[in-house]
């Protein structure tokens, strides 16, 4: 379910990320330096066909057979590219890698886990990352993975940041994880058509699991979800932001990109690029196509207000809703399939608080949530100690068993 998180820095994520990127978003004058978009990446398989917008979410647009992967001996690999849907509610294509054990059955049990990505470009998908021989681009979280495989489960492994690696759009992973499950069981050589799903993911891919879990019921609720394990999961980006400010971090790199990638997806409400100074300009070219090494490196102990000289960087409102509409927490609709949730009650990354608020917000709707507090001081060995637990969990839930509640 979740992978060992042993990377230190490198796997600092999503939720620092976003937060920070809170004080450097915001609203400009029009006509000035354009978005920074990701190149495109060159394979021919993702080019979008002319009919895109007569699909359907969850419709297949292309498979292919992948060679097999060393991360995953043994398995099957395949690539679905699906039909899916932006923060805007237009029509784009995303791609969901998809690894069948040689001891999955029929319509036995399906995980979608959600990836920490954490980049902004296109190189650094998943996919193109499964298959990488550089050291610095290997896949962290194969070991947890190969967990999951073990027990005959297939696995779904989406590209949640969408064709324009809009790193920090929170919601819109959700809806790329729930029409790749829509995809995936829409391929009858797959063999998941009637699969039981589960999903996925620690963390900024933690909080990917909790936008499809919250998004279900209404966007995709014929999806058979038997229950979500989410783990150290940002679910409030206000929160964050005004707790992190504009001080230096050593993680500001990712912050930074968090700020682009939501720019990309919001052009109309979130104008970083025109704002930036010579710094900041410099390091939009540096990491504007960068993966997680490259953009950490970069942005190391740098500051928000080191890359603009606008002094009211962080009144624009609209960066706020953005944001406010980007967080779990804040979003009125409750799951229907079981949570078993983890943190350390530590966690200085993400907001506990708010972990706490929504899993009651659930717990008082009805919905049976099952919380571990992880013996640890913090976010990263919390990934790992929760794993045993959560794949337990997973298992009770694919087996048919009553769900648990700590509420």
């Not at 907001?351 to 706490?356: A, H, N, Q, T, W």
């Not at 068993?401 to 509420?407: I, K, L």
Request: net charge negative; glycine share 10%; proline share 10%.
């Amino acid at each position: 379910m979740v992978g060992c998180a042993v990377d230190g820095v490198r796997r600092i994520l999503l939720g620092v990320v976003v937060a920070v990127a809170a004080a450097l978003v915001g609203a400009g004058p029009a006509g000035a330096e354009p978005v920074a978009f990701p190149i495109p990446d060159p394979d021919p398989f993702y080019s979008v066909p002319a009919d895109l917008p007569a699909r359907a979410p969850g419709d297949v647009l292309r498979v292919r057979p992948l060679p097999p992967s060393y991360y995953f001996p043994g398995s099957t690999v395949w690539e679905v590219l699906f039909r899916t849907t932006d923060s805007l509610g237009r029509p784009i294509a995303a791609n969901s890698t998809f690894v069948r054990p040689a001891n999955h059955v029929p319509d036995g049990p399906l995980v979608s886990y959600q990836h920490i990505i954490n980049s902004l470009g296109t190189k650094c998908k998943l996919v193109n990352e499964l298959y990488t021989t550089d050291p610095l681009h290997q896949i962290r979280e194969a070991a947890g993975l190969n967990l999951a495989l073990a027990r005959g489960w297939a696995v779904a492994l989406p590209d949640h940041l969408g064709p324009r690696m809009a790193y920090g759009a929170a919601k819109l992973g959700g809806q790329i994880t729930l029409d790749g499950i829509r995809a995936v069981q829409r391929v009858p050589e797959l063999q998941v058509a009637g699969s039981p799903v589960g999903l996925g993911g620690y963390s900024g891919g933690g909080m990917a699991t909790a936008w499809a879990a919250a998004l279900a019921p209404t966007y995709a609720p014929e999806l058979s979800i038997v229950g979500a394990a989410v783990g150290g999961a940002p679910l409030n980006l206000v929160k964050m932001g005004e707790a992190l400010g504009t001080d230096a971090h050593p993680a500001f790199g990712l912050a930074m990109a968090a700020a682009l990638g939501l720019e990309r997806e919001y052009p109309k409400r979130i104008l970083v690029t025109e704002q930036l100074n010579a710094q900041g300009r410099l390091l939009k070219q540096r990491i504007g196509n960068g993966c997680t090494n490259e953009i950490m490196f970069f942005g190391l102990g740098r500051s928000a207000a080191e890359m603009t000289d606008n002094t009211d960087f962080m009144q624009d409102p609209q960066a706020w809703e953005v944001l406010a509409e980007n967080s779990v927490e804040l979003y009125p609709g409750v799951p229907e399939a079981p949570l078993f949730e983890w943190h350390s009650p530590t966690d200085t990354l993400i907001p506990v608080d708010s972990i706490e608020a929504t899993m009651r917000r659930y717990c008082d709707a009805g919905l049976p949530v099952q919380s571990l507090l992880t013996p640890t001081p913090d976010h990263l060995s919390a990934a790992a100690l929760g794993l045993p637990q959560g794949v337990a969990w997973m298992d009770a839930r694919f087996r048919g068993e009553p769900a648990p509640s700590t509420c």
